[in-house]
Structures are given as C-alpha cells and as structure tokens.
C-alpha cells in the first residue's frame, strides 16, 4: 500500500475471536477508524484521531474497553488507556478507573491539565469529576457470562486461587479475551500519535496494571520514529516494552510493517510462557501502515484519502508461534 497522509490504523484487540462476535467487531473498528479519519480530513491532529477513534470503541460493547470491559477477579471493572503526542513526547495515562465512559479522554485530561503522566484510582476519577466527565457503569451481560464460565472452570479444576496466568489459559485457552482497543494516525503535517484503552485481562488480580497505560509497552508515539499501539498480554508487551521497541525500529528506517512483525517475532523467541499472544499496529510520518500479531485473530481497520472506506479485517500478518 503506498504511504498516504493522513491515514489512521485502528484495532479491536488480538487473541482468539468467537464466530458470534465477528462481524460486530468488523463493523465496530470500521466505524472507529471513520470517526479518527473525518477528524484527519477536515485538518484535525493526529491526537484527536486517535482519541476520537478510541472513544468510538469504548462506546462499543463488543470490544474489552470501556462498556464491556472484562472483568476482574472479584468481578469489578478496572479500566486503563493512554495516549501520546508524537510531536511533544506529551503522553497521558489512566489505571484502576471504575466508572469514567470514556478512559481515554481522562487519560488526555492527565497530559494536557496536569504535570504527570499517569493517574490511577481514586484521584483519576477525582480529576474526571473535576471536568465533568460523564460516568456509566460499563458492566456487561456479556461479560459476567464469560466471568461465570471461567470462574466454573477454575473451581471445577480445584483451582481455588488463580496464581499463575499461564497455568490458567493453558487449560481455558478460550475464556480469556484480548480485545482491548488502540488507534495510531499521521495527520496532514505528519504528526504521529497513539491511543490505548483497555478493561484489562478477564479475572486479573485487583490492583493490576497492564501494559495498555504505559507509555512505551502499551502506546508509543514520536514523529521521528512512528506510533504504535499494542494489544495481547500485557506482562508480555512490558517485558519487550514492545511499542517503544517497535518505534526504535521504525527510526532506524525500517517500515511500521517489517517493524512490527520484528517484534512480534522477538516476542515469540524470546517468551518462553505458553501463552504469549501479542498483536501491533503501526505507523509512521509518510502515512505507511503496518499491522501483524501471533494469535489467532487481531480485528483492525485502517483508511487513507484513497481508500474511501475504512478497510477492515479479522486478521493481519500473522507470525507464528514456534511449535
Ligand atoms: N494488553 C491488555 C492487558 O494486558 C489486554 C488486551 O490487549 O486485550 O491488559
């Protein structure tokens, strides 16, 4: 595909997709990437693409971001995202946020109205009290169904106490989902920037924190390198701090694509834990896109002037797992 600005690359989240919920996932990062490229159009920044295309997911019950966030292991929400400027290495992040419909505007409140980067609990939604950020619980049917199948299992199998991730998705592969939502955009300027948001992995230990708020792990963004945005398990992705990792490639002139599968090949080399699904989309200051993951599926979309309409898929380039 040939670079084109301004572009916008979305995703839905990397693992294993079930059939009922493929072509609400298709349909949902098509309207997300729509909502980023018609602020692109009318010259808005890359920054408010990404939110704007994150915030359209997080509206999106189908996806593990906002309403329909996974839940925990004592079946609370506890949601994370982030965003960042490629331009200024301005960058925002929110953790631990129970009831904020939109996680990914506070996490923008955090960059833009404070000297931090990132928030979490309490003084997180004290800070979205402040600017009157609407509220809404983002429990789902949906959601504690798939809490209640996979609480069945682990007591079923004596598993009483959930202490290790992969002993878990070793034998309830399935039950876990990895949809978290991400946006990376180049505007008319060639400002690059990223946008992560999450409800986390399903029956996570209160208090934990993935990798979808941290700059560098789960969202990168710098208009001499690229942005990229990461989706998969988040222990995984801090570990390689696989965003800022793919970024560092991209600067070194290799495309968002080739940088992307790189990393994704690193993490199969170099993660030895049963379960290591991973996905990343990429792009950088000329508008070239890259996409590409090692699990099963990564719902994703992305548009340009020339596309017309945003194109959307279940799957990218696919690196596999060694056997
Ligand atoms: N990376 C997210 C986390 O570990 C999960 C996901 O991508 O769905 O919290």
Same mark, same amino acid.
């Given at each position: 595909?040939?670079? +084109?600005?301004?572009?916008?690359?979305?995703?839905?989240? *990397?693992?294993?997709?079930?059939?009922?919920?493929?072509?609400?996932?298709?349909?949902?990062?098509?309207?997300?990437?729509?909502?980023?490229?018609?602020?692109?159009? +009318?010259?808005?920044?890359?920054?408010?693409?990404?939110?704007?295309?994150?915030?359209?997911?997080?509206?999106?019950?189908?996806?593990?971001?906002?309403?329909?966030?996974?839940?925990?292991?004592?079946?609370?929400?506890?949601?994370?995202?982030?965003?960042?400027?490629?331009?200024?290495?301005?960058? /925002?992040?929110?953790?631990?946020?129970?009831?904020?419909?939109?996680?990914?505007?506070?996490?923008?409140?955090?960059?833009?109205?404070?000297?931090?980067?990132?928030?979490?609990?309490?003084?997180?939604?004290?800070? *979205?009290?402040?600017?009157?950020?609407?509220?809404?619980?983002?429990?789902? $049917?949906?959601?504690?169904?798939?809490?209640?199948?996979?609480?069945?299992?682990?007591?079923?199998?004596?598993?009483?106490? !959930?202490?290790?991730?992969?002993?878990? !998705?070793?034998?309830?592969?399935?039950?876990?989902?990895?949809?978290?939502?991400?946006?990376?955009?180049?505007?008319?300027?060639?400002?690059?920037?990223?946008?992560?948001?999450?409800?986390?992995?399903?029956?996570?230990?209160?208090?934990?924190?993935?990798?979808?708020?941290?700059?560098?792990?789960?969202?990168?963004?710098?208009?001499?390198?690229?942005?990229?945005?990461?989706?998969?398990?988040?222990?995984?992705?801090?570990?390689?701090?696989?965003?800022?990792?793919?970024?560092?490639?991209?600067?070194?002139?290799?495309?968002?694509?080739?940088?992307?599968?790189?990393?994704?090949?690193?993490?199969?080399?170099?993660?030895?834990?049963?379960?290591?699904?991973? /996905?990343?989309?990429?792009?950088?200051?000329?508008?070239?896109?890259?996409?590409?993951?090692?699990?099963?599926?990564?719902?994703?979309?992305?548009?340009?002037?020339?596309?017309? $309409?945003?194109?959307?898929?279940?799957?990218?380039?696919?690196?596999? $797992?060694?056997?």
């Amino acid at each position: 595909m040939k670079a +084109q600005r301004p572009t916008i690359v979305v995703h839905g989240g *990397a693992g294993e997709w079930r059939r009922e919920r493929h072509e609400a996932g298709i349909a949902g990062v098509e309207k997300a990437a729509q909502s980023g490229f018609d602020i692109l159009k +009318q010259d808005g920044t890359a920054l408010s693409a990404v939110e704007s295309s994150v915030m359209s997911m997080e509206d999106n019950e189908v996806f593990n971001a906002g309403l329909g966030s996974s839940l925990t292991y004592d079946k609370q929400v506890e949601m994370e995202a982030s965003i960042m400027d490629g331009g200024t290495l301005s960058a /925002g992040a929110v953790g631990l946020v129970r009831k904020v419909r939109h996680p990914v505007h506070l996490a923008r409140l955090v960059m833009e109205k404070t000297d931090h980067i990132f928030l979490v609990g309490k003084s997180a939604e004290r800070l *979205a009290k402040i600017f009157k950020l609407e509220e809404r619980d983002p429990t789902t $049917k949906l959601r504690e169904r798939y809490w209640r199948e996979l609480r069945g299992k682990i007591s079923r199998g004596n598993l009483t106490y !959930l202490r290790r991730l992969d002993e878990l !998705l070793k034998s309830h592969p399935s039950f876990f989902d990895f949809d978290t939502v991400g946006a990376v955009a180049v505007d008319k300027e060639g400002n690059v920037a990223a946008a992560t948001s999450t409800g986390g992995i399903s029956l996570k230990i209160p208090g934990r924190i993935g990798d979808s708020p941290l700059v560098g792990c789960g969202t990168y963004a710098d208009n001499e390198a690229g942005a990229c945005s990461a989706t998969g398990i988040g222990e995984i992705a801090i570990k390689l701090v696989v965003t800022k990792s793919t970024c560092d490639l991209m600067r070194q002139g290799l495309p968002p694509q080739s940088a992307a599968e790189n990393i994704i090949r690193e993490v199969n080399r170099r993660v030895h834990d049963a379960a290591k699904h991973m /996905g990343l989309i990429a792009i950088d200051s000329q508008g070239r896109i890259g996409a590409s993951h090692n699990s099963m599926h990564m719902c994703w979309a992305y548009m340009t002037p020339k596309t017309r $309409k945003p194109r959307a898929f279940l799957k990218a380039k696919i690196i596999q $797992k060694p056997a």
